[in-house]
């Protein structure tokens, strides 16, 4: 074992924001293994005091351009808890099909862009370009067409317009739908049975790292909880999601402009293998024919496998979508107009399951509908602790290698959370100067 051992990686690459790996051992003794984050803090909370309830989604939608839709899905479910807004079963069928096109295109980016060059020992997707044209094709079209569904559905790719508290102000027609179901199964799930077989032929590459720890994400009674659902620990089972801050009991860390959260234990995990552990049995039979091929076996205490996971939950969001699009052109596209009529004013909370956990909002409106006081906490800073806690366990254990090697398990390690720091830092770090 390698005695003293110094690591500081300065603004890891392939994640999103800046975070910075710091590992101190000395004489064999681990003095600090952690993820820094040094990003600058965001003020949406402060922005959306005194705004109404129609820019509480146009605003928090900004907090992240990869999780924009997600975003705009939970401060709608919030609104509409606080006011009182009845939503039609149709606007349910329709957010939950935009959910399943987020959750693609950000399970792609990850798993393909960013996490598949460790599998394949390059520094990032471009040398796939020439070595693996078709992996970064098939990337490429599945990312489109994710893109595709937001836009058909709600107007734009990034920062959708036609969705609203109450509803949908311009709806998608029966042949928007049926093409894109035709492309859905024509070109989507080819794509990820390709997909899904490249992985497999990269397994070997996956680290056999495992650390026990919680896992929390949404559980439905009905479906595979991405859209509604209670919270769900794999510790504690199911509370409501108005207990939010009870599973998250965020605190302050000196190495962080993040806050770090905690349920049961230390630290927990969220994103799709907290999902995959605790919902695989509400997955359809072609995502679980998928995840018995990927080697995913359910409890997973591997977090290099959270890749594995949000592949396989990408077959089961196209082949989800495809039976809501088959839904509605069963029972037809019913001409209806957003429902923005409160019927009351009070505080609301919104969970929805985002590509890398649980997001929440809760809003406190006044009677003129605008906002008096919010509260997001993102997926990021509630896997953080859960990161410190997996770089303390692995550290040791790789601590014999080359430093390079061990450096790369590390960055690794963070990756395959698939950390986006930038939405999730709400901590300013001030020094005062006499």
Same mark, same amino acid.
């Given at each position: ?9 300065? $603004?890891?690459?392939? +994640?999103?924001? $800046? ?64 006011? =009182? ?15 399943? /096109? ?7 980016? $990850? ?8 599998? *394949? ?8 370009? /020439?070595?693996?044209?078709?992996? +970064? ?6 990312? =489109? ?36 179901? =035709? ?24 680290? /056999? ?40 009991? #965020?605190?302050?860390? @000196? ?14 995990? +969220? ?13 359809? @039979? ?51 107009? @957003?429902?923005?009529? @409160? ?5 609301? &909370? /919104? ?45 040791? #254990? ?29 901590? *300013?770090?001030?020094?005062? &100067?006499?």
């Amino acid at each position: 074992m390698s005695q003293n051992l110094e690591i500081k990686v300065k $603004h890891l690459t392939r +994640v999103e924001g $800046h975070g910075n790996i710091v590992v101190n051992m000395l004489e064999g003794v681990l003095e600090k293994a952690q993820l820094d984050i040094v990003e600058a803090p965001r003020y949406f909370e402060a922005m959306l005091k005194g705004r109404s309830f129609h820019e509480a989604a146009i605003i928090t939608s900004r907090i992240c351009g990869i999780c924009s839709l997600g975003h705009q899905m939970t401060s709608f479910k919030t609104t509409e808890e606080a006011l =009182g807004l009845e939503i039609s079963e149709q606007t349910i069928a329709l957010r939950k099909i935009l959910i399943h /096109g987020a959750t693609i295109q950000s399970n792609i980016l $990850h798993s393909l862009f960013l996490a598949a060059p460790d599998f *394949l020992k390059v520094g990032s997707v471009f040398p796939l370009i /020439g070595t693996h044209p078709e992996v +970064v094709k098939a990337a490429l079209r599945m990312k =489109g067409l994710a893109n595709d569904i937001s836009s058909v559905i709600a107007g734009r790719a990034v920062h959708p317009i036609s969705c609203v508290p109450g509803g949908f102000t311009k709806l998608p027609d029966a042949a928007q739908l049926a093409e894109l179901k =035709g492309r859905l199964e024509k070109e989507m799930i080819p794509d990820l049975t390709f997909a899904a077989e490249v992985l497999t032929s990269l397994a070997s590459e996956i680290p /056999g790292f495992t650390r026990d720890t919680e896992y929390i994400s949404l559980r439905s009674d009905d479906d595979y909880a991405l859209y509604d659902g209670d919270i769900c620990s794999s510790d504690t089972g199911r509370v409501p999601d108005s207990e939010y801050r009870s599973m998250t009991n #965020e605190f302050i860390v @000196p190495h962080s402009t993040a806050k770090h959260s905690r349920a049961n234990r230390s630290s927990f995990m +969220v994103g799709a293998l907290a999902r995959w552990n605790n919902n695989h049995d509400r997955l359809c @039979p072609e995502a679980m024919a998928v995840a018995e091929k990927l080697g995913l076996k359910a409890p997973c205490t591997n977090p290099f496998m959270n890749t594995i996971a949000q592949v396989v939950e990408s077959v089961h969001c196209a082949i989800d979508a495809i039976r809501l699009i088959d839904s509605l052109l069963t029972k037809g596209i019913k001409p209806e107009l @957003p429902n923005q009529k @409160p019927t009351r004013y009070g505080s609301g &909370v /919104g969970a929805t399951e985002v590509p890398r956990g649980i997001l929440y909002h809760e809003y406190a409106y006044d009677r003129q509908g605008r906002i008096m006081s919010a509260n997001c906490v993102i997926p990021t800073s509630q896997n953080l602790a859960n990161i410190d806690d997996d770089m303390k366990k692995i550290v040791p #254990e790789i601590c014999d290698r080359p430093k390079k090697e061990i450096i790369h398990g590390l960055e690794m390690l963070v990756r395959a959370y698939d950390p986006c720091i930038s939405c999730s830092v709400h901590m *300013l770090d001030v020094e005062f &100067v006499e």
